[in-house]
Every structure is written in C-alpha cells, then in structure tokens.
C-alpha cells in the first residue's frame, strides 16, 4: 500500500472513530454514545435493537451496516413501498417479515403521527435533516423533545440535502449506533477510495468543466424540473461538471422554463427516471427495468419537443440516471458514470458496472437488480 493509500485509509477509520474497538457482539450489550451529523451528542445503554425509520427509503442504507436492517425494525415510514416499490419488493422477497413492520408516517414530518411512534416502543428513531427540520439552539426541536419525553432518542443521518459532506458521518452513525461500525467503515473506505480517485484526478488533469442540465423525473412532470444546490448538484460538481440549474434556481430544486433550458443549451443533458414514470410516459430505469425498456424510454423522452432540439441530444451527450440514487450512499456509482460521460478519457477505466457489482456481492445483503443508468448513443 502506498503512502496515499495509507492516509487516506487512515482518513477514513478517523471519519468512522475506529481505533481499538470490540467486536460488535459485546459492543451490542455495552452503553454508546455517538454524535451525529447535527452535533448531537445521543447515549443509550446499548446498540440499537429496535428502530423506527421516520423515512423508510433508508433501509437500503441501514443494510450497509446490518446483514438482517428488517430485523431491528418496529416501524418505517410507508413512502419507500409506495415510491420505489420494486426495490421494497427486493428486500421483501430476502425478508418477508417487513410486511408486518408498522407503517408509520409517509416519509414527511408534517405526517408523522407522534403518539403512534411512541406506542411502537423504538429505542431510537433515526430521520434525516430534511424531516428534522432547523434545530435551536439546543440542538432540539418538537418532535425530538417529544421523543426524548419518551424516553426515544433521534439521531439525525442524511444522504440526500448535502451527500458529499454528509454520506461517511452518516455511515459512522449508523455504524456505531448498531455496533456494527467495522462494516458501516468497511463501506466507507469503498466509497471514498472512489471519489478520491475521480476528485484527485479532476484537481490533476484540470480539465475544462462541461455545462450539464439535469432534468429531474424526466417525461413525467411539466418541463422542466431540475436540481439547484445540493444530493444531485453535488454529484455533478463531484464529477467535473457544471450544472446550470445551480444558476437559476434558488433552493434545492426547482422549475426551469423550456426557453431558459433552450437558451441555456448546455453540453450535457442528463435525465434523471424511475419506474414511478412509467404509466405517464416519463424515463424508466430502476429495480427490475431490463435494458430494452431503458433505452426505449430514454428514445422516446428524447423526441419530445424542445428537448429534441438541444445540441446535447443531437450531438449524443444525453444520458439518463435512477432518481432514487438519492437518499443512499449508492450515489458513488452514479458520481462514477457522470465523471465517464463529462470526462470520457480522463475516465476511460471507471466502470460503474462493475463498482455496482463489488457492492452487491461485497456489501448488500439485498443486490439491486435492474438497469439504473442509459444513454442515447
């Protein structure tokens, strides 16, 4: 290993508080405190053993630290089943006891139903920042002080509103909260071995930074949805893009009007598509999408006016990605094929492929199985 190697692993196992640990079956019955990604400091006489998901979209990221993620469950919040069926239908098939687990909430705050959490019986309840909310100056807020009235901590881990800062203190939270840190570190190393690489060679190589529209649930919604600042402009910046809606659009997302998406005509346009667009005609690409259904919705999308005219499609630079990218540390696949179509010879050898491949024989107890990236050409 050389000596880049070496500090950046040793990078990453300080990110994760891995020094001289226990293993993580005497860590199970031993008191932790952890600090999460808001600065809170959470204690519990123990590692979590029964936990409510405020937004059940997390479960794929709880199972990069826990094997059995269904087994420590009393209650998730019912926006995963409704949103990306066909993964919830993965991890159903490996775990047919998440049925039973109580649907509690729809993945929002302004729904979640308090007294029903409570009478779940969680030792913890983990959210992301987006359904916390601001906190004072505390560090609190209503829902975390009803809780704790409780006796039900809340810790606070996010992929989604800042991923690139967020993603590895997430992991290390989620890690030490179950006792399972040396797997959460695991992932971890994998995750930043990776955009080490595409960012260390971007700083190197210094190439010219492209312009990327990214338009967001493609096909399924009024032209034209797309990212402002934050989860997918992060990926883009990541990968040595530009993307434009970062210039126009004031919060996290936002509506661009076709004329300024014309105007703008950027060099890249990047859709973005899931199986929930494809009763209306949007891009399809997720969990159980075969390859041909993939491109003929991308070709189909393509056609459509306006977006037909943009010299991003005429000149072939028109990919399309899986929305539900956000929300998991998976996104790393998704930085590495935005980093190959920005930049094709810089990242000749990335193969997110092949990346997505590792994570699900190395890291996944439920492998993801569909067609979660496209391209016209």
């Known amino acids: 290993m050389n000596r880049r190697n070496v500090l950046r692993a040793a990078a990453t196992a300080l990110a994760f508080g891995i020094g001289s640990r226990r293993g993580s079956s005497a860590l199970a019955q031993t008191p932790i405190a952890l600090t999460d990604i808001a600065g809170r400091t959470i204690t519990l006489p123990h590692a979590a053993r029964r936990i409510l998901l405020a937004q059940g979209r997390q479960l794929p990221a709880l199972a990069l630290a826990h094997s059995a993620p269904v087994s420590l469950l009393v209650g998730l919040g019912g926006e995963f089943q409704r949103q990306d069926p066909e993964t919830y239908a993965l991890y159903r098939e490996r775990f047919p006891e998440l049925d039973a687990i109580a649907r509690i909430g729809d993945g929002t705050a302004a729904n979640f139903p308090v007294e029903l959490a409570i009478a779940a019986g969680p030792d913890v309840i983990i959210a992301s920042r987006s359904f916390i909310g601001s906190l004072d100056a505390a560090g609190s807020s209503v829902l975390i002080r009803q809780m704790a009235a409780a006796g039900i901590a809340v810790v606070i881990a996010d992929f989604h509103t800042r991923p690139l800062q967020d ?3 997430s992991l290390r939270v989620l890690g030490e909260l179950l006792g399972e840190a040396q797997a959460a570190q695991a992932f971890g ?31 399924g919604m009024p032209c034209c949805f797309t990212p402002g600042r934050g989860t997918f402009n992060d990926y883009i910046a990541a990968a040595g893009g530009h993307n434009i809606g970062s210039d126009m659009v004031p919060g996290v997302s936002g509506q661009l009007s076709l004329e300024q998406v014309l105007a703008s005509d950027a060099e890249f346009y990047v859709a973005t598509g899931g199986t929930h667009l494809a009763s209306r005609g949007g891009l399809v690409l997720g969990t159980g999408v075969g390859e041909r259904q993939a491109r003929a919705s991308f070709a189909t999308l393509l056609k459509q006016p306006g977006i037909s005219g943009l010299s991003a499609v005429a000149g072939g630079r028109a990919f399309g990605l899986w929305q539900s990218f956000t929300d998991t540390p998976l996104h790393i696949v998704a930085i590495e094929a935005l980093a190959r179509w920005f930049h094709p010879e810089l990242f000749a050898d990335l193969d997110p492929d092949r990346s997505l491949s590792e994570i699900n024989s190395r890291f996944l107890p439920v492998p993801l199985r569909g067609v979660y990236w496209t391209s016209s050409t």
């Open 167 to 169: 993603t590895l203190p």
């Open 189 to 219: 190393q994998f995750y930043s071995t990776r955009l080490e690489r595409i960012r260390s060679r971007l700083a190197q190589a210094a190439p010219r930074i492209p312009t990327v529209f990214m338009h967001a649930h493609a096909g």
